[in-house]
């Protein structure tokens, strides 16, 4: 490949030059940067990063490959790939093809040789924007004017393109102890499955399932997934969340669903400048002041004020705080069994300080039956 055959392009007129990756084509969207050293292949096929061009910021990827089981979804859901070098060829007894081979059977654009730490300080310093990855035969111009047609984060509703079709269910390992219901806005499937190792069984139901869909299920316990876009645009699952609480069943959060299950109970979420997104996020819990090294991947944040008080919801305590820039990481309802967390307990390949959280809301289960 030529140097410069291709470019990356921001709305605000910046161009990085690299060299095509994945698939030929252009990709448009919200291009955000992730720490991650490892685990490229279950940033790729996690459903919260549609509609994004996710730039790694550690300089080689591809180098394990990828295979048909570290993937959190069935395929790559970003809306492009951008990194320094991706590797020529891969070394593991797991791997199945090379990165390149894989983003572009599954019609990924993607672009290398480009001067991440740049870009990185770029968006760190102007904020997550909107941008575009494209052949150097593009004219600068006319790729400009579709990166400024492009709709912007705030206000989409990305859940529903990344939500199952259909109901489906996983079965406890083991013998069943209680019925989960994911509401499924992006779900990663280490969710369930690690809920099904506790001997859960999980019914995952579509992002458009109405209320009353979730409560006749009638479940012991409500799960409300991870997921791409602004929470404020979802509002399908605040009456199944205020329903099911309200009969004293708990209630479960993660990233997109701990913004919606905040905003439920009245609290107001905001854009973050360029957003949280990497695997190694220092994050407090009150309660002991234990500090959890974590995997996160969201643009938005849950409202609180000086004080620490949710604004809005009197009913919602902080349990958790992000140590970078104090922003909400954990809530817990002040008399239902509800809690929820923006960041991704469930992190493959990790880190897995906490796992825990299923634990608690296994145990809510557990003292709701006796």
């Not at 991706?86 to 480009?114: D, F, P, T």
């Not at 107001?268 to 974590?294: D, M, Q, S």
Request: glycine letters at 12%; aromatic letters at 8%.
């Amino acid at each position: 490949m030529i140097p410069g055959s291709a470019y990356l392009l921001l709305e605000d007129g910046r161009r990085f030059p690299g060299v095509p990756l994945g698939a030929p084509g252009i990709a448009l969207g919200e291009v955000v940067f992730n720490t991650s050293m490892t685990g490229y292949q279950e940033i790729l096929t996690d459903p919260s990063y549609a509609g994004q061009l996710v730039t790694m910021t550690y300089p080689l990827m591809g180098n394990y490959g990828v295979n048909g089981e570290d993937r959190e979804s069935d395929g790559p859901q970003v809306a492009g790939f951008v990194v320094r070098e991706a590797s020529r060829v891969y070394s593991s007894w797991r791997g199945e093809a090379s990165l390149q081979e894989y983003l572009e059977e599954h019609g990924v654009v993607g672009i290398q040789e480009v001067d991440t730490r740049a870009l990185t300080r770029h968006i760190r310093s102007q904020g997550a924007m909107r941008a575009a990855i494209a052949p150097a035969s593009s004219a600068t111009e006319e790729i400009l004017e579709r990166i400024r047609a492009h709709p912007r984060m705030e206000g989409l509703d990305l859940a529903c393109g990344v939500s199952t079709d259909t109901p489906y269910e996983i079965p406890a390992q083991g013998s069943e102890r209680f019925h989960v219901v994911a509401y499924d806005f992006g779900v990663k499937s280490h969710s369930p499955l690690i809920l099904s190792q506790m001997g859960c069984r999980v019914s995952v139901l579509p992002a458009d399932t109405p209320a009353q869909g979730i409560l006749a299920e009638e479940p012991d316990g409500l799960f409300v997934s991870n997921g791409p876009g602004d929470p404020a645009a979802v509002e399908k699952a605040t009456e199944a969340i205020l329903g099911l609480s309200e009969r004293g069943a708990p209630v479960f959060g993660i990233c997109l669903g701990h913004q919606l299950i905040s905003r439920a109970f009245g609290a107001r979420t905001y854009k973050l400048p360029f957003g949280h997104h990497g695997g190694n996020h220092p994050v407090k819990r009150l309660a002991g002041g234990a500090v959890e090294i974590t995997a996160q991947n969201h643009g938005f944040a849950v409202e609180q004020d000086e004080r620490g008080e949710i604004p809005g919801a009197p009913e919602l305590r902080l349990t958790h705080v992000n140590l970078y820039d104090g922003t909400v990481e954990g809530v817990a309802h002040r008399d239902r069994p509800v809690f929820s967390v923006q960041y991704h307990p469930e992190a493959a390949p990790g880190p897995h300080d906490s796992r825990y959280l299923f634990e608690e809301f296994v145990a809510l289960m557990e003292e709701k039956s006796t």
